[in-house]
């Protein structure tokens, strides 16, 4: 391995141990749920999923987990952005 890898793998953890630096702008998963799989995604700051619950209450069961593990992990989620 050459020695700038070498670098890169060192300030790597550096930066994985430094949380602060980490803000999610977007991300889009699909969650395995008990009846179905849903997707469920983050952008500009806001919250999507194509199950029912989310579109009538803008919150479920998909989004509040993912934000658990992202809180979990002392990652920030962007705030949202006008449109």
Same mark, same amino acid.
């Given at each position: 391995?050459?020695?700038? !890898?070498?670098?890169?793998? @060192? ?5 994985? @141990? %430094?949380? %602060? ?5 977007? /991300?889009? !998963? ?8 849903? %997707? ?33 992990? %002392? /990652?920030? !989620? ?6």
């Amino acid at each position: 391995m050459d020695s700038g !890898m070498i670098g890169k793998i @060192q300030k790597s953890k550096r930066y994985a @141990q %430094e949380r %602060e630096r980490f803000q999610i702008n977007a /991300l889009a !998963m699909t969650i395995k749920g008990t009846n179905n799989n849903h %997707e469920a995604s983050f952008e500009n700051g806001k919250w999507q999923c194509d199950c029912d619950f989310f579109k009538t209450r803008g919150q479920c069961v998909h989004t509040m987990a993912i934000e658990r593990i992202m809180a979990d992990a %002392e /990652l920030e !989620m962007a705030e949202p952005t006008d449109d």
